[in-house]
């Protein structure tokens, strides 16, 4: 038995004999060879920008399907759900039809697929649910009980449609974390979820530096900039530059496990191309709350999380990507602490976006307590602000999760997303104590850095309940805990 890059045993007399002359990095090999061919074909019917979004998408396909049909690391079922969550990457950038206030695209298409799918197996097994034992019950538990008390506030929404609309997203959302946990949570399954992520993040960091010198965007029309600036400012697979800024924080603490505690030199470099291009990506976009959340996580990655060899080689990385920056772009670093500066001076002079997140602070307290605790209704934290007047600013979209949730759902929902949130960071942290190989151990600490920088990453977008990198993050640590807590306490494979 051999135990390749993937983390996952490969018995060699299994293989067939072409695939015992291929080693772990034809993965690599393959997904460069096949996005580098497939963007210059793109490249003559799209901009440069769309060609290198959509090779990188089919380059992907052709890797994942390689890994089912080629090399058996992968069941039908864990790459179907891969390729599901390869296309929430996209999102509507690879096509979408809008149903009056809904819109379907390939994603959501094959979220429907597999949920029928996952039916049929449970009617096939005789339709019996089984939780008392189930690794995960706890955390199934509170997203239930958080969908349901959503539709019972339909009760006293005074914007029923736009509770149904959030219950419809939310639905569909965790409708994806629960496929995501049982279907990924073997060790080839959540191996495959890290590559697949840092694959996406490489990709979405080519089209955001295409997009900051070329002002060609993969759907985003130029008629819908407002400025120039706004033109050459990297927006990846969104249309909004806070939304790519949040995936880009919640992706850099992959980089940076790869570049304090990679194996091989290859690892090293490809964590510090991509922490570095990130960064750079990050205040391209402007985001306050995406650089904060990068700060947190790097403080909390060098002090808690890397040990005392690996944090001297990470130290040391960053000394020098600093100091190449201090060199050939001696104002990036003053420009990114003079945008986190300038927070507490809009706040002091009650001007500009902190003076208006302060203002929707207020009004979304002022919600959960007209609401006497029990929130105004799924969905309904927005209209509820619009209908005052905006927060004073006309702005109604809240643009801090953590208040969307407790203005809309109340105390008791808050409370429990709170429990949730922390029980999820502390079994990742029990897992990472109790980790048997190494790849176990390096996963859940950046996955562990990933959830505390989200705490900060989730105050930039106006609202991050459509925002699938999110849910894909969860999905992704709680796949790892059932992992982790099956091959610990025998529990059967998914």
Same mark, same amino acid.
């Given at each position: 038995?051999?135990?390749?890059?993937?983390?996952?045993?490969?018995?060699?007399?299994?293989?067939?004999?072409?695939?015992?002359?291929?080693s772990?990095?034809?993965?690599?090999?393959?997904?460069?060879?096949?996005?580098?061919?497939?963007?210059?074909?793109?490249?003559?019917?799209?901009?440069?920008?769309?060609?290198?979004?959509?090779?990188?998408?089919?380059?992907?396909?052709?890797?994942?399907?390689?890994?089912?049909?080629?090399?058996?690391?992968?069941? *039908?079922?864990?790459?179907?759900?891969?390729?599901?969550?390869?296309?929430?990457?996209?999102?509507?950038?690879?096509?979408?039809?809008?149903?009056?206030?809904?819109?379907?695209?390939?994603?959501?298409?094959?979220?429907?697929?597999?949920?029928?799918?996952?039916t049929?197996?449970?009617?096939?097994? @005789?339709?019996?649910?089984? /939780?008392?034992?189930?690794?995960?019950? !706890?955390?199934?538990?509170?997203?239930?009980?958080?969908?349901?008390?959503?539709?019972?506030?339909?009760?006293?929404?005074?914007?029923?449609?736009?509770?149904?609309?959030?219950?419809l997203?939310?639905?569909?959302?965790?409708?994806?974390?629960?496929?995501?946990?049982?279907?990924?949570?073997?060790?080839?399954?959540?191996?495959?979820?890290?590559?697949? !992520?840092?694959a996406?993040?490489?990709?979405?960091?080519?089209?955001?530096?295409?997009?900051?010198?070329?002002?060609?965007?993969?759907?985003?029309k130029?008629?819908?900039?407002?400025?120039?600036?706004?033109?050459?400012?990297?927006?990846?697979?969104?249309?909004?530059?806070?939304?790519?800024?949040?995936?880009?924080?919640?992706?850099?603490?992959?980089?940076?496990?790869?570049?304090?505690?990679?194996?091989?030199?290859?690892?090293?470099v490809?964590?510090?191309?991509?922490? @570095?291009?990130?960064?750079?990506?990050?205040?391209?976009?402007?985001?306050?709350?995406?650089?904060?959340?990068?700060?947190?996580?790097? /403080?909390?990655?060098?002090?808690?999380?890397?040990?005392?060899?690996?944090?001297w080689?990470?130290?040391?990385?960053?000394?020098?990507?600093?100091?190449?920056?201090?060199t050939?772009?001696?104002?990036?670093?003053? @420009?990114?602490?003079?945008?986190l500066?300038?927070?507490?001076?809009?706040?002091?002079?009650?001007?500009?976006?902190?003076?208006?997140?302060?203002?929707?602070v207020?009004?979304?307290?002022?919600?959960?307590?007209?609401?006497?605790?029990?929130?105004?209704?799924?969905?309904?934290?927005?209209?509820?602000?619009?209908?005052?007047?905006?927060?004073?600013?006309?702005?109604?979209?809240?643009?801090?999760? !953590?208040?969307?949730?407790?203005?809309?759902?109340?105390?008791?929902?808050?409370?429990?997303?709170?429990?949730?949130?922390?029980?999820?960071?502390?079994?990742?942290?029990?897992?990472?104590?109790?980790a048997?190989?190494? !790849?176990?151990?390096?996963?859940?600490?950046?996955?562990?850095?990933?959830?505390? *920088?989200?705490?900060?990453?989730?105050?930039?977008?106006?609202?991050?309940?459509?925002?699938?990198?999110?849910?894909?993050?969860?999905?992704?640590?709680?796949?790892?805990?059932?992992?982790?807590?099956?091959?610990?306490?025998?529990?059967?494979?998914?």
């Amino acid at each position: 038995m051999k135990s390749g890059d993937w983390g996952v045993p490969v018995s060699t007399a299994e293989l067939p004999r072409l695939n015992r002359l291929l080693s772990d990095t034809s993965v690599s090999v393959a997904f460069a060879v096949g996005f580098a061919g497939l963007s210059a074909l793109f490249y003559v019917v799209f901009t440069p920008t769309s060609a290198v979004a959509y090779a990188g998408f089919v380059a992907a396909i052709c890797v994942l399907l390689w890994e089912w049909v080629g090399r058996r690391l992968l069941s *039908g079922r864990a790459t179907f759900v891969l390729v599901m969550i390869l296309t929430g990457f996209y999102g509507i950038t690879l096509g979408d039809i809008p149903i009056g206030g809904f819109s379907v695209f390939p994603y959501r298409i094959l979220l429907g697929v597999a949920l029928l799918g996952a039916t049929g197996i449970w009617l096939a097994n @005789g339709a019996s649910i089984r /939780v008392s034992r189930h690794p995960l019950r !706890w955390y199934y538990g509170f997203l239930a009980a958080w969908f349901l008390y959503g539709a019972v506030s339909l009760v006293w929404s005074t914007a029923p449609a736009a509770s149904i609309h959030e219950l419809l997203v939310l639905g569909l959302a965790l409708i994806l974390v629960v496929l995501c946990a049982e279907s990924l949570s073997t060790a080839s399954g959540v191996r495959h979820f890290k590559w697949l !992520w840092i694959a996406m993040l490489a990709v979405f960091l080519v089209v955001g530096i295409l997009e900051n010198q070329l002002g060609l965007h993969i759907r985003t029309k130029i008629m819908e900039m407002p400025t120039l600036a706004a033109l050459y400012r990297p927006r990846g697979p969104f249309h909004n530059t806070n939304d790519f800024a949040t995936l880009l924080a919640l992706s850099m603490p992959f980089a940076m496990v790869l570049m304090a505690r990679g194996r091989r030199s290859s690892g090293y470099v490809l964590g510090g191309v991509l922490f @570095g291009a990130g960064i750079y990506m990050i205040r391209l976009t402007g985001s306050r709350a995406g650089m904060a959340s990068v700060l947190l996580e790097t /403080v909390v990655f060098v002090l808690f999380i890397v040990r005392r060899k690996a944090r001297w080689r990470f130290v040391g990385t960053m000394a020098v990507l600093a100091c190449m920056v201090a060199t050939f772009a001696p104002g990036y670093l003053a @420009g990114i602490l003079a945008s986190l500066q300038s927070i507490a001076v809009q706040l002091s002079r009650g001007v500009g976006s902190a003076a208006t997140r302060l203002g929707l602070v207020r009004s979304s307290l002022s919600a959960l307590i007209s609401s006497y605790g029990l929130g105004v209704g799924a969905g309904n934290i927005q209209p509820w602000i619009a209908a005052r007047g905006g927060a004073g600013s006309g702005v109604s979209s809240v643009h801090n999760w !953590w208040l969307e949730i407790l203005g809309s759902y109340g105390i008791l929902v808050f409370a429990g997303y709170v429990a949730f949130y922390l029980g999820l960071i502390r079994a990742l942290v029990r897992a990472r104590r109790t980790a048997l190989t190494d !790849w176990e151990r390096r996963l859940s600490e950046g996955l562990i850095v990933s959830l505390v *920088g989200f705490s900060l990453a989730s105050i930039g977008p106006s609202s991050i309940m459509a925002l699938r990198a999110h849910w894909l993050l969860f999905a992704f640590a709680l796949a790892f805990v059932y992992h982790a807590r099956r091959s610990r306490q025998g529990f059967p494979a998914p």
